[in-house]
């Protein structure tokens, strides 16, 4: 169990109140008013979510178990080398900031940038490497996450969709299963 302190505008605790459920067991949630007047304090206590419950609570879930994440070797087992991805990334944002009219960045780059992230990260696991690439693909994943939540519904879902809390609790695992999905389409 842990506390939770939360300074927000009035306009964002809808919302805020949402994710907060959808990531935690919580206690209900009290509102009182900040200092400056203009803002609110939200208070609670949540609790950690069991990851056996959460992949317990998959939609596809079978009588031999739960159905886990794609393995790295399924998700990536037809993507460019990690050289070619890291060259398309660089350009597209090169593109986009040199071209600033031209347009947000569409779910494909948020999705290539996160599974090169998640394979570099990977390679480093896989050598010992400690020095937090881990912790930059998990940021990575989780703004493909947000970018998926907030979308036109156009990621698979299957089996965890961006709100699931086995997502939130894996995002590197969403990514791969995205992925997956992405690359088979193509």
């Known amino acids: 169990m842990f506390d939770i302190r939360i300074i927000c505008d009035p306009a964002d605790e809808p919302d805020i109140t949402r994710a907060l459920t959808a990531a935690f067991d919580c206690d209900p949630i009290q509102r009182r008013p900040a200092h400056n007047g203009h803002r609110v304090r939200l208070y609670t206590k949540a609790f950690h979510p069991d990851p056996a419950a959460l992949l317990n609570d ?12 794609p393995t790295p070797e399924d998700a990536y087992a037809t993507a460019p080398g990690i050289t070619y991805e890291i060259a398309w990334t660089a350009s597209t944002a090169r593109t986009l900031t040199e071209n600033p009219h031209g347009g947000d960045v569409d779910r494909e ?6 599974a090169l992230l998640d ?14 690439t881990d912790e930059i693909a998990a940021h990575a994943a989780r703004q493909l996450i947000e970018i998926d939540q907030d979308g036109e519904g156009d990621y698979s879902g299957a089996p965890y969709w961006p709100e699931h809390p086995a997502t939130l609790a894996h995002p590197r695992g969403y990514v791969r299963q995205e992925y997956a999905v992405w690359a088979e389409n193509q």
């Open 58 to 69: 998959a939609p596809e879930a079978t009588e031999a178990g739960p159905t886990a994440w």
């Open 109 to 114: 780059y948020w999705l290539r940038k996160a």
């Open 119 to 132: 394979r570099i990260a990977l390679e480093h696991e896989a050598d010992g490497v400690r020095n937090g």
